[in-house]
């Protein structure tokens, strides 16, 4: 009861003498200083909010403005006609509510103009390095409101709202976009179909549409987090968490607990980056601004399952992560408690070194327990709702709730092998799915450390697309790297002496029933994983560059190899998906680009014809590449085809009105699904000179036949 006796500050006794106080002033200390940190991490949040609102003006400006004003008050000129102040004092608060509202009404117009200036996209449609007139005043003044050095969430509030298509036009894309997919009878059916459909019910479920489009910043994505994802009862595990890989040309240490006591402290460091909004947004074309929404989620949030569906819960802050290992979970805390300061390396490889050597053995159950969230959704809910509603379950699962991430210490020793494909293939399978149970996939982030010190990271899809986890992926590798790094030993840097708050044991009490739900969850998810197969290639026969030296976009270039390989292996065209980012609008998620297309099959039916010279060949492969580049540029601009029928659909739904075209397209299969995520997204090392820093790429499970994810 130590631990008690001293949490308590004030005390007091009644005595026949008296009242005897008794004040620990350590205690009292304590709060005081815990309620200082919090008051400036409220003051904090507070200044980065009111300087990103009044983005791209500063809040120095209005003091210029106010100082101005009163100048002009003072040598006799009134700027405003006050005469109805006939005290000084009135005529300068007068003064300063004026230059306040001169100065809001200044911002609303820049803002208001740059977002007018961001729904400009023809530039993205121009040829590489020419610009016509009209796009070359349309940047210059761009830039002069983006001169100054934003913060993350500077240009939320100016992002342009995503646009919704017309719907003849959305008709007319879909019918090119399968015309190389059907025979000339199926094409006239799914044309009656489309017809029957833009004159008939479609105009009503447009205006539906329109509504949702003016009154919500996007009419997409909230519908694409709930039905596409959250709403999924079918496990996440395989079929929507995706995965990461470490640089496999680079392994700084074989210790398993200093590098992932690197590696954690580069997420920490990338979470505060997020938090005091210190992370450059990034642009395209150097001034167009990309939604930063999703970096919001990306800690403190899991994935708490429904019986119908799940919901996404984040917390503000977080000051531990809960560590997986040898089938027993610990919450380790991750801050100093006399300060704010997150632990150095050397400091959390101590803790995660004792977690590693501990010889405590799994209470029953608890070792798969992780299982629940690789199975079906439902089965986990009520799982949930009737075995973890209290004691001692409650609080251990509460503590990986809102945990900043989840760390699994893997037994595994994965290795790039060039002569053994089947090493880099069992890597990627084992940062997939695991073994159904050492994964906790309802986090928004599980970090996995491998026996011989490889990493990898498994993210939970709903809250955030690839590019935003590769974002941070690579922030943490430079910093592990280059930064942080390693002594000759192959442990981390630094020396403390600090006493530290040792991991704490989370307890659980898992009964008969409990137990039986686990296992049920667990069979679920093994026979998933084992239905996967997954092959990693790696190719260097040549890069991008070389293709780029072809005048060819090197995702055209995949796009439409891609579609020969697969014509050559089934004998036939699918239609085939192509994720694209839609960030340049606020809250901006992605669009599909249908790669499959007239001009891609003319090009793979030339490769397969003698009678075809090289040269007609180029010039088809040409002709493809650039209208699947035109297809990308428009769905990036908010002119696809997917997300509109999606929204479409759903309006249907909750009207109750049945459309033959929209069941059709919807429950198209997609045979051959593609996606490809940016490098280079951070500024923090250069890749010509780090060549082997380069992670080896990630992937996420196949929807159908064949999942391929490359880095561009």
């Not at 919090?38 to 507070?46: P, Q």
């Not at 646009?163 to 009878?185: A, F, H, W």
Request: proline share 4%; with cysteine.
């Amino acid at each position: 009861m130590a631990e008690a006796h001293a949490a308590v500050a004030f005390q007091f006794t009644v005595t026949h003498e008296g009242i005897d106080v008794n004040v620990n002033h350590e205690a009292l200390k304590a709060v005081f200083e815990s309620s200082k940190r919090s008051w400036k991490k409220r003051w904090a949040r507070f200044r980065n909010h009111f300087v990103t609102t009044t983005y791209p003006a500063s809040p120095a400006s209005w003091l210029a403005v106010v100082t101005v004003i009163i100048a002009c008050l003072l040598a006799k000129i009134d700027p405003f006609c006050s005469g109805y102040f006939d005290q000084p004092a009135d005529t300068y608060v007068a003064a300063v509510i004026f230059s306040t509202i001169a100065w809001l009404s200044v911002i609303f117009f820049l803002r208001c103009s740059l977002k007018m200036l961001l729904y400009y996209h023809a530039w993205i449609h121009e040829p590489r390095g020419k610009m016509t007139l009209k796009t070359k005043l349309w940047n210059g003044v761009l830039m002069l409101l983006c001169s100054k050095a934003p913060m993350l969430y500077s240009y939320q509030s100016a992002l342009p709202n995503l646009r919704l298509p017309k719907l003849e036009d959305t008709m007319t894309r879909y019918l090119r976009s399968i015309r190389g997919l059907t025979t000339d009878e199926q094409y006239n059916r799914m044309s009656g179909l489309v017809s029957e459909f833009q004159n008939g019910i479609g105009k009503k479920l447009q205006r539906y549409l329109l509504l949702k489009w003016l009154f919500s910043s996007n009419y997409v994505s909230d519908w694409w987090e709930e039905y596409v994802y959250l709403r999924g009862r079918s496990p996440i595990m395989v079929n929507s968490n995706f995965y990461g890989l470490d640089a496999i040309h680079s392994k700084p240490t074989c210790i398993q607990a200093a590098r992932a006591a690197n590696m954690i402290i580069g997420l920490l460091k990338f979470r505060r980056t997020i938090e005091r909004q210190q992370l450059k947004p990034l642009t395209l074309n150097k001034y167009v601004p990309l939604c930063s929404w999703q970096y919001e989620r990306l800690f403190n949030t899991t994935r708490i399952p429904g019986p119908e569906t799940d919901k996404l819960v984040h917390f503000k802050t977080s000051k531990h992560i809960v560590v997986y290992s040898g089938g027993c979970y610990y919450k380790v805390i991750i801050q100093h408690l006399d300060s704010n300061k997150i632990l150095k390396p050397c400091e959390l490889e101590k803790q995660l070194q004792g977690i590693l050597d501990s010889d405590a053995q799994p209470a029953p159950g608890e070792e798969c327990l992780a299982a629940l969230t690789a199975g079906d959704r439902t089965p986990w809910a009520f799982a949930r709702e009737k075995h973890f509603r209290s004691g001692v379950n409650r609080t251990s699962l509460d503590a990986i709730d809102k945990a900043a991430f989840f760390v699994t210490f893997d037994d595994a020793k994965p290795e790039y092998d060039k002569e053994d494909h089947n090493k880099l293939n069992s890597y990627a399978r084992s940062c997939l799915h695991g073994n159904g149970y050492n994964r906790w996939f309802d986090k928004s982030v599980t970090f996995i450390v491998f026996k011989n010190g490889r990493v990898a990271i498994n993210i939970e899809h709903s809250l955030a697309d690839a590019p935003i986890s590769a974002h941070m992926w690579e922030f943490t590798m430079a910093e592990d790297l280059l930064n942080l790094g390693y002594r000759e030993d192959g442990h981390c840097k630094g020396e403390s002496n600090k006493q530290l708050v040792a991991p704490v044991r989370l307890q659980w009490q898992i009964g008969e029933e409990c137990e039986e739900a686990i296992q049920s969850s667990l069979h679920t998810a093994t026979k998933l994983l084992n239905d996967v197969d997954l092959h990693l290639e790696m190719h260097g026969a040549f890069g991008k560059g070389f293709i780029k030296k072809c005048n060819v976009s090197p995702d055209a270039f995949i796009q439409m190899a891609m579609q020969l390989a697969y014509f050559r292996d089934a004998g036939k065209f699918n239609l085939t998906y192509e994720a694209s980012m839609t960030r340049m609008y606020r809250e901006g998620r992605t669009e599909t680009v249908r790669p499959c297309t007239v001009e891609s099959c003319d090009f793979v039916y030339a490769m397969d014809d003698p009678t075809k010279t090289d040269a007609e060949r180029v010039d088809l492969l040409h002709k493809a590449c650039e209208v699947h580049v035109k297809s990308y540029r428009d769905a990036m601009t908010g002119h696809g085809i997917d997300r509109h029928l999606f929204c479409l659909y759903v309006v249907s739904k909750y009207l109750e009105v049945d459309s033959p075209f929209l069941k059709e397209v919807l429950s198209e299969p997609w045979k051959l699904s593609t996606s490809q995520t940016p490098y280079q997204q951070t500024t923090l090392w250069d890749l010509s000179k780090h060549i082997d820093f380069v992670s080896a790429g990630g992937g996420f499970g196949p929807v159908s036949t064949l999942l391929c994810l490359y880095i561009n």
